[in-house]
């Protein structure tokens, strides 16, 4: 079993709506998470970081943990063209990441 | 304030050839990361430093792999003999503080 469960993909939505993006890990000793945004030939880009669970809301993101359920989510509302890319979930424990195989999200206008 | 540089971008060999790959981090990054991302999967962890000591290459094909960190900064990666399975990009990341890594453009590596 893989420590980060996360739907490849690929996720089309039309230009203005909500993305959501989901994983599961399996780990319980997770406290840190993130989702990278990884555009074509580009390396991740860090977009969210929570600790423990709960909420956390940046702009047009939302991250949600839930920890009992060892569940991760990404909300994207209105979403634009250039939100076109793979969003990768990953935990983190003592400087060590571990990723999802991320889901590739393509907007279209 | 500039981010993680990797060269080169694009590298092609063939199978048997060796290829190195070079990383300067953010500066004053004490913990450095090389990861290898094959096509359709995420970054999976080669190598972790702290300054110029290795803290993590249990994932380091150490047959073909090498890695080094001379002076706490700049890094190579080194593959020698080569493996169509290793065509794959090769990001390297940095981090001041536990959690937080940024990460480079990548390598992308094609063995024929």
């Known amino acids: 079993q893989k420590e980060v469960e996360q739907d490849p993909g690929p996720l089309s939505v039309p230009e203005g709506a909500i993305v959501s993006l989901n994983c599961t890990y399996s780990n319980s000793a997770f406290q840190y998470f993130m989702w990278y945004r990884q555009y074509s030939r580009k390396g991740p880009e860090l977009l969210m970081y929570?600790?423990?669970?709960g909420n956390k809301e940046d702009g047009r993101f939302t991250a949600q943990v839930d920890k009992s359920s060892k569940y991760i989510s990404l909300f994207i509302r209105d979403s634009q063209p250039s939100d076109s890319a793979t969003y990768l979930c990953a935990n983190a424990e003592w400087g060590k990441l571990q990723f999802g195989a991320g889901t590739q999200v393509v907007v279209t206008p | 304030e500039a981010g993680v540089a990797q060269s080169p971008r694009y590298k092609i060999i063939e199978k048997r050839q060796s290829v190195a790959f070079w990383c300067n981090p953010i500066s004053g990054h004490a913990t450095l990361y090389w990861y290898q991302q094959i096509l359709g999967q995420g970054p999976k962890l080669l190598i972790q430093f702290q300054n110029n000591g290795v803290v993590d290459d249990s994932q380091l094909p150490k047959d073909r792999f090498s890695a080094e960190r001379l002076k706490g900064v700049d890094s190579t990666l080194k593959i020698q003999p080569a493996k169509l399975e290793d065509s794959a990009v090769y990001l390297c990341?940095?981090?001041?503080?536990?959690?937080?890594?940024?990460f480079g453009a990548g390598t992308r590596l094609s063995v024929l």
């Open positions: 929570t600790y423990s669970s």
């Open positions: 990341a940095s981090s001041s503080s536990k959690n937080i890594q940024y």
